[in-house]
């Protein structure tokens, strides 16, 4: 064999096993969040009818984002707009409705 074919083999081995090395990354961090998610937000509200007669209302906000490249960055980004929107709800102030 010639030295450029050696070494076109050789690239192509490190081609292979780079290959090799991401997708064992991906899948990996693919099991490491609770079925494959990356990020949660949930606004829930609760209405109790109290002694009186009355109505309580209450909100509640609960959060979550994997430790990884979109749970850091979108998953943060989308938290934020959802931590928004639930303080324009818990304030009773209107908000507008999505598309």
């Keep these: 064999m010639d030295?450029?074919?050696?070494?076109?083999?050789?690239f192509a081995i490190v081609v292979a096993l780079a290959l090799l090395v991401e997708l064992y990354a991906s899948w990996s961090a693919s099991g490491s969040t609770?079925?494959?998610?990356?990020?949660?937000a949930e606004i829930s509200r609760s209405?109790?009818?109290?002694a009186g007669g009355g109505e309580r209302v209450s909100w509640s906000f609960s959060e979550w984002h994997a430790?990884?490249?979109?749970?850091?960055?979108?998953?943060r980004f989308c938290i934020?707009?959802?931590?928004?929107?639930?303080?324009?709800?818990?304030?009773?102030?209107p908000?507008?409705?999505r598309r």
């Design 95 to 97: 908000v507008t409705p």
């Design 34 to 40: 609770p079925s494959g998610r990356h990020f949660r």
């Design 3 to 10: 030295t450029w074919e050696v070494t076109v083999l050789a």
């Design 67 to 75: 430790d990884t490249l979109i749970g850091r960055t979108f998953g």
């Design 47 to 50: 209405v109790r009818c109290d």
């Design 80 to 93: 934020a707009r959802a931590r928004k929107r639930f303080d324009r709800l818990s304030r009773g102030k």
